[in-house]
Every structure is written in structure tokens, then in C-alpha cells.
């Protein structure tokens, strides 16, 4: 069988660890003198987040023009450096090394499917020690598709192989299981992260992905 992963919230816990990246930027930002309250950046930084999107390259740059700020660049630098030291301590849910082992012992092949940019979202792969798990890495930028049935029925090309062999894990009904089973695939919402809460209509939902491989088992 070939199962593919989303990152984000699916290996390990995104939401957590950019909304902790955020706060220590912003006060990385305040600490080296910028003269403005903690909640009002961060309502702006969120405004600005909604606005250009998550791979939008100068938030921190755009949230100092926002502000009208002298010397944009000491902040930005200030920001930068603290939301990477962040991202260095980035670490899988505990249960998803063995999974993929236990997968992949078993025979089968594994591969991410995830939306974003390519460079950020090996870069999450690479720091999470996770990157030489997957047979490959199909990225929404390289594909020129964002998650959508053409998004999948592109792989499924690239593999050659039919999509009643395949299974979509991800945490998002809208990006990862809608448009999955609507290719043809096989889906396992894992309820996770900022989405939880909302209804599924996977084939299966789990709340840990150690529960995975006995799942994959039945199929």
C-alpha cells in the first residue's frame, strides 16, 4: 500500500509550535526596543498572517511599515533570529518514529503530501529528523496545484498506480480528506492541531497515529 502524510499538524504539532515562534518574535522585538504592547502586535501579526498567507515571506517586514517604525531592519532581524531558534526545537508527536518504521518494515511505501512552499517544507522534515523516512515528497509548489483532486490524481500519476492503493493521513477535511477521496483514495483524518473540532467524513478518524498501523492493517 502506498500512504501519504501531511505535515503540518498530521507529524507533528505546528499550531503549537507557530503560535509559540510568534510570541517569542514579537517579544524579541519588544526586548530590543520596540515600544509597543505584546497584544496589539500580535494582532497585527495575525491580521497580516490572514492576509498574505502562512508562506508569505515578510510578515515581520510588513508588520513594521504597519507601524510606521524607524529602523525596521534591527526589529525584523530581532524577529527572525528568535522565531528560528524556535523552529530548531521542532520535534515529531512522540509515536510517529515508530509508525513509519513499523510501515515501512511491513512493506509498504510512505510519502508526504502537503501544501506549501518547497524549501520550508523540507526544511520542517530535515529539522524534524523525519526527511529520509519517505520514498518522496510531493509538494503543492513543485506539483502547480494546490490540495484538490488534481492535486492527487497528479501523483497519482507521477506513481503510476491506481488510487484504491492509496491513503490520504492528514488533519484537514478540506485539504487532506475531501479532495483525496475524491481522487479515488482511501483517508484517515487525524484530529489534531486548530481543525479538530471539525466534522469528518474520512474513512476513519484517530485521535494518536500510533492507531495507524492497525488500520492499515484492515485495509
Known amino acids: 500500500m502506498k500512504i501519504f502524510f501531511d505535515i ?20 524579541a522585538m519588544i526586548g530590543i526596543g ?8 500580535n494582532d497585527l ?10 508562506n508569505y515571506p515578510k510578515h515581520f517586514n510588513d508588520l513594521c511599515t ?6 525596521p531592519a534591527k526589529f525584523v532581524a530581532a524577529a527572525v533570529a528568535a522565531y528560528h531558534h524556535t523552529k530548531s ?6 509515536e510517529i518514529p515508530r509508525t513509519l518504521l513499523r510501515l515501512k518494515d511491513d512493506g509498504h511505501q510512505i510519502y508526504v503530501a502537503t501544501n506549501g512552499a518547497s524549501v520550508k517544507q523540507w526544511d520542517k522534515l530535515i529539522r524534524l529528523g523525519l ?7 510531493f509538494i503543492s509548489e513543485e506539483l502547480g496545484a494546490s490540495k484538490s483532486p ?8 507521477s506513481l503510476g ?33 486548530k481543525h479538530s473540532s471539525i466534522p469528518s467524513t474520512a474513512d476513519f478518524t484517530i485521535e494518536e497515529l500510533g492507531n495507524l498501523y492497525q488500520i492499515v492493517q484492515r485495509l
Open 150 to 157: 488534481e492535486f492527487y490524481s497528479k501523483i497519482l500519476k
Open 34 to 41: 520596540l515600544d509597543f504592547e505584546y497584544q496589539k502586535l
Open 131 to 137: 526527511a529520509l523516512y519517505f520514498d518522496k515528497v
Open 89 to 94: 526545537s521542532i520535534a515529531p508527536y512522540p
Open 161 to 193: 498506480c491506481e488510487a484504491s492503493e492509496c491513503v490520504m493521513i492528514g488533519d484537514r477535511e478540506d485539504a487532506d480528506i475531501v479532495p483525496a477521496k475524491e481522487a479515488g483514495m482511501k483517508t484517515v483524518r487525524i484530529l489534531k492541531g
Open 45 to 54: 501579526l495575525l491580521s497580516l498572517i490572514k492576509e498574505k498567507g502562512s
Open 66 to 71: 504597519a507601524l510606521d517604525v524607524d529602523e
Open 8 to 27: 503540518d499538524d498530521t507529524l507533528f504539532p505546528s499550531s503549537e509550535f507557530s503560535a509559540l515562534a510568534r510570541k517569542n518574535a514579537l517579544n
